[in-house]
């Protein structure tokens, strides 16, 4: 079964305005991870947040994680048509499963 | 460094056939995956290695065997195809010490068709 769930499965903005995606997850884990992927294409890690962190910026990129929660949001500043791809949070259980699972992703659609 | 590199990129298989899906890394990663992408299914793992000799089951391990002869090679094998196994597969590989899994590489996928 899939751990995170990310929300909206859609989303789409103008160039210019913020993007925000969240993700919940249902067990303990030792770190969450961020991907993107555009069409067509293979994923590529963006950012990765260990459980015992709360806030982590790269860039444009800001991803928060509330453990007490189980959920971590990503928001996507000044967003641009090329941030236009699917987001995809995923990860990895304590307990030393060794598996990184993955929710369904959001599609995100920046429009010129 | 090429990376994460798969082959074929393109496959058509008839029903009962069998294949191996090829993928190769060269960044001495322990740690390798494959994965499968549905329409709004995200990715589900179907096999993991943590080392050459060491492999595991994912969430949706069945029709597939996989085996990991060397750190650099994770072949998936199909060992009867079915309409099913219709996807798009992942490899990745990862520098990943025991018990957690870190950043992940992938590679371009392969687009399987089972008519």
């Known amino acids: 079964s899939q751990q995170g769930e990310e929300d909206p499965q859609a989303l789409s903005i103008q160039e210019g305005e913020n993007a925000t995606m969240n993700c919940s997850y249902k067990?303990?884990?030792?770190?969450l991870q961020w991907y993107r992927q555009n069409s067509g294409r293979g994923l590529v890690h963006l950012i990765l947040?260990?459980?015992?962190?709360r806030e982590k910026h790269s860039g444009r990129l800001r991803v928060t994680l509330d453990t007490s929660k189980k959920s971590s949001s990503l928001l996507i500043t000044a967003s641009r048509a090329a941030d236009t791809a699917s987001y995809f949070c995923?990860?990895?259980?304590?307990?030393?499963?060794?598996?990184?699972?993955f929710g369904k992703g959001t599609k995100l659609t920046v429009n010129p | 460094n090429a990376g994460v590199t798969q082959t074929p990129k393109f496959q058509v298989l008839k029903t009962g056939q069998s294949m191996t899906l090829q993928c190769a890394q060269d960044?001495?990663?322990?740690?390798m995956s494959w994965y499968r992408q549905d329409p709004g299914m995200g990715l589900r793992l179907i096999h993991y290695?943590?080392?050459?000799?060491?492999?595991d089951q994912g969430e949706v391990p069945n029709g597939y065997n996989v085996s990991r002869s060397t750190t650099e090679d994770f072949p998936l094998r199909l060992l009867s195809a079915a309409p099913s196994q219709t996807s798009v597969y992942f490899c990745?590989?990862?520098?990943?010490?025991?018990?957690?899994?870190?950043?992940?590489?992938f590679g371009p996928g392969t687009r399987l068709t089972v008519t």
């Open positions: 947040i260990r459980s015992n962190e």
């Open positions: 960044m001495n990663h322990e740690y």
């Open positions: 290695s943590v080392g050459a000799g060491i492999t």
């Open positions: 995923a990860t990895d259980s304590q307990g030393g499963s060794e598996k990184l699972v």
């Open positions: 990745a590989s990862s520098y990943s010490p025991s018990g957690s899994v870190y950043e992940q590489y």
């Open positions: 067990t303990s884990i030792n770190n």
